[in-house]
C-alpha cells in the first residue's frame, strides 16, 4: 500500500515560533514512516516558506534555515501541492498536511483558509472555528451564547487606550476588583499576559498585551485549580481524562510552561471526583462543538477552590504538541499512543475533507 504524502509545516510569524519548532520535531520524530512520507515546510518569522529535508534536529534549534530551499505553496487546486523555487516544473503533491503552528498567521485560520483554497486536508479546525477560537474575545461570545459558565471580562482596543487610558482604566475597574488579567486576544502560549494587582500593574500589562494585539481582554481573577481536557474528533467529538497544572509561578506563565526546567507539574489523572470529572469533559465537548471545532482542540477550566464551580478558561485550537505537552499526554493516558494520535489527527483532517465535499 502506498504511503500517504502529509507536508508538515511549522514555524510561523507568531511569538510562538518556537514552540511550533518543538511541537513539529516531536511529531516528526514519532509519525509512523512506513504510513506516511513527510514534506517539511517551514515558515520563518519574516513568513518566508522554505523546504527542509536536513537533520530533523536541526528543526528545533532553528538551523534548519540555512539548510532549506525557497517553496511555493499556491493556492491554486490544480497543483495541490508546493513547489520549489529553483525548479517550479516539479510539483510535490500532497494528500494532508499537518499545520503544527500556534498564534497568529497558524492557528487563526489564516493557512487553513489557503488550504481550503487549495483543495487539501489539513489537519485540525477549520478557517471559521481556527479564526473564533483565536480570538478570546469573540470565542467567549460564542460559549456565552451557548450557556456555558464563564468569568467575566472586558474586551478592550489598544486605540482607546492610547486615545483615553484613564477612562479604559476606570472602565476595568468598575467591572471588577484587583486582582485581574491582561491577555492580547489573539496569542497562546501564555505569550504577552500579566496578572495586575494594582492600577499601576494594570498600566504596564496594558501596555504589554498591546505589544501582541491591539485587541485586549481583560478577565476576572478566578482562586481556582487549572484543569484541561483534551478533545478529539470531528462530527461525535470524544473527550480525554482530565489533567491538571501545577504551575512553578503564580500563573502558568511562558516561563513556567517552557523554560522553567520542568518544575511545573502536570497531575494525570486530575484528582477531582467522578462526578466533576463527568461534568468538566461534558463542558469540554460542549465548548468544542459551540465553536464548531473538528480535530483536536485543548478546553482549559478553572475549578473555583472554595466553591467547586467549573468555569470555562479558553479553546486551544492547536495546542502545543511535544511529547510532554498536556494534550497528547492525556490522550496517551485515555489509551491513544502518541503515535497513533498523530495517525487518527491525519485520518480525521481526510474524513472531513471526504463529508465536505461529498466523498
Same mark, same amino acid.
Request: proline fraction near 4%; charged fraction near 25%; aromatic fraction near 12%.
Given at each position: 500500500?502506498?504511503?500517504?504524502?502529509?507536508?508538515?509545516?511549522?514555524?510561523?510569524?507568531?511569538?510562538?515560533?518556537?514552540?511550533?519548532?518543538?511541537?513539529?520535531?516531536?511529531?516528526?520524530?514519532?509519525?509512523?514512516?512506513?504510513?506516511?512520507?513527510?514534506?517539511?515546510?517551514?515558515?520563518?518569522?519574516?513568513?518566508?516558506?522554505?523546504?527542509?529535508?536536513?537533520?530533523?534536529?536541526?528543526?528545533?534549534?532553528?538551523?534548519?534555515?540555512?539548510?532549506?530551499?525557497?517553496?511555493?505553496?499556491?493556492?491554486?487546486?490544480?497543483?495541490?501541492?508546493?513547489?520549489?523555487?529553483?525548479?517550479?516544473?516539479?510539483?510535490?503533491?500532497?494528500?494532508?498536511?499537518?499545520?503544527?503552528?500556534?498564534?497568529?498567521?497558524?492557528?487563526?485560520?489564516?493557512?487553513?483558509?489557503?488550504?481550503?483554497?487549495?483543495?487539501?486536508?489539513?489537519?485540525?479546525?477549520?478557517?471559521?472555528? !481556527? *479564526?473564533? +477560537?483565536?480570538? %478570546?474575545?469573540?470565542?467567549?461570545?460564542?460559549?456565552?451564547? $451557548?450557556?456555558?459558565?464563564? @468569568?467575566? /471580562?472586558?474586551?478592550?482596543?489598544?486605540?482607546?487606550?492610547?486615545?483615553?487610558?484613564?477612562?479604559?482604566?476606570?472602565?476595568?475597574?468598575?467591572?471588577?476588583?484587583?486582582?485581574?488579567?491582561?491577555?492580547?486576544?489573539?496569542?497562546? !502560549? *501564555?505569550? +504577552?499576559?500579566? %496578572?495586575?494587582?494594582?492600577?499601576?500593574?494594570?498600566?504596564? $500589562?496594558?501596555?504589554?498585551? @498591546?505589544? /501582541?494585539?491591539?485587541?485586549?481582554?481583560?478577565?476576572?481573577?478566578?482562586?481556582?485549580?487549572?484543569?484541561?481536557?483534551?478533545?478529539?474528533?470531528?462530527?461525535?467529538?470524544?473527550?480525554?481524562?482530565?489533567?491538571?497544572?501545577?504551575? !512553578?509561578?503564580?500563573?502558568?506563565?511562558?516561563?513556567?510552561?517552557?523554560?522553567?526546567?520542568?518544575?511545573?507539574?502536570?497531575?494525570?489523572?486530575?484528582?477531582?471526583?467522578?462526578?466533576?470529572?463527568?461534568?468538566?469533559?461534558?463542558?469540554?465537548?460542549?465548548?468544542?462543538?459551540?465553536?464548531?471545532?473538528?480535530?483536536?482542540?485543548?478546553?482549559?477550566?478553572?475549578?473555583?477552590?472554595?466553591?467547586?464551580?467549573?468555569?470555562?478558561?479558553?479553546?486551544?485550537?492547536?495546542?502545543?504538541?511535544?511529547?510532554?505537552?498536556?494534550?497528547?499526554?492525556?490522550?496517551?493516558?485515555?489509551?491513544?499512543?502518541?503515535?497513533?494520535?498523530?495517525?487518527?489527527?491525519?485520518?480525521?483532517?481526510?474524513?472531513?475533507?471526504?463529508?465536505?465535499?461529498?466523498?
Amino acid at each position: 500500500m502506498a504511503r500517504q504524502k502529509v507536508a508538515v509545516l511549522f514555524g510561523g510569524k507568531s511569538g510562538e515560533h518556537e514552540v511550533s519548532l518543538v511541537s513539529a520535531t516531536s511529531i516528526i520524530e514519532n509519525i509512523d514512516r512506513d504510513k506516511y512520507q513527510l514534506y517539511l515546510i517551514g515558515i520563518t518569522k519574516e513568513g518566508h516558506w522554505r523546504y527542509y529535508d536536513g537533520d530533523t534536529e536541526k528543526i528545533k534549534t532553528g538551523e534548519w534555515e540555512q539548510e532549506s530551499k525557497k517553496v511555493v505553496f499556491p493556492g491554486d487546486p490544480s497543483y495541490r501541492g508546493f513547489f520549489l523555487i529553483e525548479d517550479p516544473s516539479k510539483i510535490y503533491q500532497v494528500d494532508a498536511i499537518f499545520p503544527v503552528m500556534h498564534g497568529p498567521y497558524g492557528e487563526d485560520g489564516t493557512v487553513q483558509g489557503l488550504f481550503e483554497l487549495a483543495h487539501i486536508p489539513y489537519v485540525g479546525c477549520d478557517v471559521l472555528s !481556527s *479564526s473564533t +477560537g483565536m480570538d %478570546k474575545i469573540m470565542a467567549k461570545a460564542i460559549f456565552a451564547s $451557548a450557556g456555558l459558565p464563564q @468569568g467575566k /471580562y472586558v474586551g478592550v482596543y489598544r486605540h482607546e487606550i492610547e486615545r483615553d487610558w484613564e477612562r479604559v482604566i476606570a472602565s476595568i475597574e468598575n467591572s471588577f476588583p484587583y486582582p485581574v488579567f491582561v491577555k492580547p486576544a489573539n496569542m497562546g !502560549s *501564555s505569550v +504577552g499576559i500579566s %496578572k495586575a494587582k494594582n492600577r499601576e500593574e494594570l498600566v504596564k $500589562a496594558l501596555d504589554l498585551a @498591546g505589544q /501582541y494585539d491591539y485587541k485586549i481582554i481583560v478577565e476576572e481573577f478566578i482562586d481556582g485549580r487549572e484543569i484541561e481536557c483534551a478533545v478529539l474528533g470531528n462530527f461525535e467529538p470524544k473527550a480525554s481524562v482530565l489533567g491538571e497544572i501545577l504551575p !512553578s509561578n503564580e500563573f502558568y506563565d511562558y516561563y513556567a510552561k517552557y523554560q522553567d526546567g520542568g518544575q511545573s507539574k502536570l497531575l494525570i489523572p486530575a484528582p477531582v471526583s467522578a462526578e466533576k470529572s463527568h461534568e468538566i469533559r461534558e463542558l469540554a465537548v460542549k465548548a468544542y462543538k459551540a465553536l464548531g471545532c473538528t480535530g483536536l482542540s485543548r478546553v482549559d477550566f478553572f475549578l473555583e477552590r472554595n466553591t467547586e464551580k467549573v468555569y470555562l478558561n479558553e479553546v486551544n485550537t492547536m495546542p502545543g504538541f511535544t511529547q510532554i505537552s498536556m494534550y497528547p499526554k492525556l490522550w496517551e493516558a485515555t489509551g491513544i499512543s502518541y503515535s497513533d494520535l498523530i495517525d487518527k489527527l491525519i485520518q480525521l483532517a481526510i474524513e472531513r475533507f471526504n463529508e465536505k465535499h461529498g466523498k
